[in-house]
Structure formats: C-alpha cells, structure tokens
C-alpha cells in the first residue's frame, strides 16, 4: 500500500500547519493554505467528543426483557463502574480517543487496540495510528481478515519489564534500532517540527501478527497471535487467539476498526478524499488574490532621466 500512504503523506500537506517559503513563482509569494480541510477536522473532532464522550462517561446500560427492580440496580451498578474505570483507572482512554477522533475524519480509518495489559494489571485502550497497522489485501472487515499485524515501538526498559512479567520469552534481544519511523510519521513530525533522537531514544520494533496456524499438528488452523522482532526475526511469544471453552474456536478482536465513510474497499473514506481537491483549488485562489494585492500596493517602479 505504498502508494496510499504515500497520498496521504502529501495530503497533510492541506493541512496548513506549516507555512510554506515559496520562491516559485516569485520569492516572497504567499505560501498560505486554504483552512476549509483543517476548519472541518477541527469541527468534526470537536463535535464527536461531546456527544461520545459526554460529562456523565460514555458508558449508557440497558436492561434487555422485562425490567425488575434487580436487574435496574444492576445495569446502574454496571454503568458506574465502567464510567469508573474508563474515565478514571485508564488514564490513556480520554487523551487517545481524542487523538484518534483528529485522525478519522481526515484519513478516513482509525484503530483501538483493546486489551488486558499485565504490567498495569487492568484493562488498557490505546489509539493505533494507520501507518502501524496493515491487513490483508483481501479483508473486508476485521471478523474476516485472515491476518492483520500491529507495529509495536517498545523501548529497552519496557522489553525488560515485559519480559519479567511473562508477556514475552527470555531471549538474547538485539541492539535496538535507532530509526524506525515510517514515513507517514516522519511527514508529521516534520509538520510539528519534531525530529527523532537516534542517540539516546533507541527502539524495538515488533510485529504482533494476528493470524491463523496450524501449530499442534490437527490439520486446522487456528487463531494465534504471534509476536517478532522485526530486527532480528525472533519469536517472543505465542498466544492462542481463542477463548479455551469455546468450541467454534472464534477468533477474539482486540481491534476497533472506526471508518468514516466506507469506502470500495478495508479503508474507508475521509475528508481528504472528499475536500483535497477543492482545497488545493481554494488555496490556489487565495494565493493569486493575495499576490495581485501585494504588487497592486507594492511602491515599486523607477525614475529615468529625463522624465
């Protein structure tokens, strides 16, 4: 998917975040960008946060059949412990959806991973931007996807505390890579004006796989989440992907797939797609007006002899 990713990447550019010092096709020439793609990230984001996110939590119980005194109690016993726990003991949750509702309109996909972590001892719910998630070419949707991997950046003392909590082997890790973004990230660390330290903030890139093997030898395969170094190719762990008393065998999906528009194919449609056009032709517009105007005022010209 290197072509999609390399459209987005020039598709922030319509952002306008940056002003732009253009010397084409004069120097000095107006570098703004139209704020009609930016103006309606912002709203959307803004919007949905409310509404998903409102004061009381985001959690609303329903009783389903007939309604008794008990089962009341216990939808509202539910509700206000989860709003507890999402709001409060997953300190991760408000910062990161509200970072993930930015991504989906402009993009058109974004991902949650949610899963238990045995390090915090509790639920966690984390966003996961596009450029670290890829799924088969064929997948429709999640539930159908035969494979899926997650990139995950792990510095040197998360490893260590990983592996002394048991969620991956005791093996002879490698030298951490010193520069493992992609190049979506890059284009918006080069947007903010961030850079990567390749001296002191070294990183594991790991491939957490989701996908179906046949590892005990039945002639079926099941679902299994393996996770590798990427570096160096080597397996840190193994996990069957299926709860144990199930009989279907059923795969479990840490993943929440949010699109905004659905789209021909896995990714959907977002503002880029639908307002690029028209914001290259917006600012365009606005260049030339704001040039004409300068030179319409610039006291520019010169004296000849004689004059």
């Known amino acids: 998917r290197d072509d999609w990713e390399q ?10 975040f940056k002003y732009e010092n253009r010397t084409e096709p004069f120097a000095g020439a107006s570098g703004a960008t139209h704020p009609v793609l930016a103006e309606a990230v912002t ?33 509202q016993r539910v509700e206000d412990f989860m709003n507890y726990q999402i709001m409060d003991q997953m300190k991760e949750y408000e910062p990161e959806f509200d970072q993930m509702l930015f991504h989906l309109p402009l993009i058109g996909s974004a991902f949650k ?13 984390e966003f996961v931007p ?26 040197p ?8 909590s048991g969620v991956y082997d005791d093996v002879d890790l ?3 890579n010193e520069n493992n973004v992609t190049g979506f990230t890059h284009k918006l660390d080069n947007i903010i004006g961030m850079s990567p330290s390749s001296d002191n903030d ?9 996908c179906y093997l046949d590892i005990e030898g039945t002639d079926e395969s099941l679902p299994y989440i393996v996770t590798v170094i990427e570096q160096s190719r080597q397996v840190l762990s193994i996990r069957r992907n299926y709860k144990k008393d199930d009989k279907n065998q059923e795969k479990v999906s840490h993943f929440v797939h949010y699109r905004f528009v659905p789209g021909f194919s896995f990714y959907g449609f977002g503002l ?8 290259m032709t917006a600012t365009a517009a606005m260049r030339s007006l704001v040039d004409a105007g300068q030179f319409a005022n610039l006291p520019g010209g010169f004296k000849a002899k004689g004059v």
């Open 7 to 16: 459209a987005y990447t020039k598709g922030l550019d319509l952002l306008g």
């Open 43 to 75: 709203q959307f984001q803004a919007q949905s946060y409310k509404e998903m996110l409102p004061s009381g939590g985001p959690v609303k119980t329903a009783v389903l059949g007939t309604p008794t005194k008990e089962t009341e109690s216990q939808a």
């Open 113 to 125: 991973k949610v899963y238990y972590d045995a390090n915090l001892k509790r639920p966690v719910s």
């Open 130 to 155: 596009i450029d670290q998630f890829y799924v088969s070419y064929y997948a429709t949707d999640l539930r159908n996807a035969d494979r899926y991997t997650h990139l995950i950046y792990r510095s």
């Open 157 to 164: 003392v998360d490893m260590e505390k990983d592996i002394r």
């Open 174 to 176: 490698p030298e951490p």
């Open 202 to 210: 070294p990183q594991y890139l790991l491939l957490e796989q989701h």
């Open 272 to 279: 880029m797609h639908f307002l690029g056009n028209l914001t």
